[in-house]
Nanobody, 123 residues
Framework: QVQVAESGGGLVQAGGSLRLSCAASGRTLIYATVGWFRQAPGKEREFVAAVVWTGRGADYADSVKGRFTISRDNAKNTVYLQMNSLVFEDTAVYYC????????????????WGQGTQVTVSS
């Protein structure tokens, strides 16, 4: 089992920045991938970014490339999502998720999920 907890959400003006954190505990994360997803009201949950725990693999949704950066701190078992140049359309609940295997964009490929953290961008 893996426990996942997100933090760092909040209200920010368009053009601003936020950094989300995802703390994982329990089972080792070796061979795992940690992903960020988001869900806006009335919309399906969508892939944002993911990073492999071992190695250099990372991937981003086209909508956030060049604005968001995913990184990890293996010693702290934490993954970060630095979000810059935020726009209103980034408003959503952001979820962190873990899967054992490579990067996938499909949310059902991830087995362990946090409760989510709200990000609201005011225009």
């Amino acid at each position: 089992q893996v426990q996942v907890a997100e933090s760092g959400g909040g209200l920010v003006q368009a053009g601003g920045s936020l950094r989300l954190s995802c703390a994982a505990s329990g089972r080792t994360l070796i061979y795992a991938t940690v992903g960020w997803f988001r869900q806006a009201p009335g919309k399906e949950r969508e892939f944002v970014a993911a990073v492999v725990w071992t190695g250099r693999g990372a991937d981003y949704a086209d909508s956030v490339k060049g604005r968001f950066t995913i990184s990890r701190d293996n010693a702290k078992n934490t993954v970060y999502l630095q979000m810059n140049s935020l726009v209103f359309e980034d408003t959503a609940v952001y979820y962190c998720a873990v899967r054992y295997g490579g990067i996938e964009h499909f949310n059902r490929a991830y087995q362990y999920w946090g409760q989510g953290t709200q990000v609201t961008v005011s225009s």
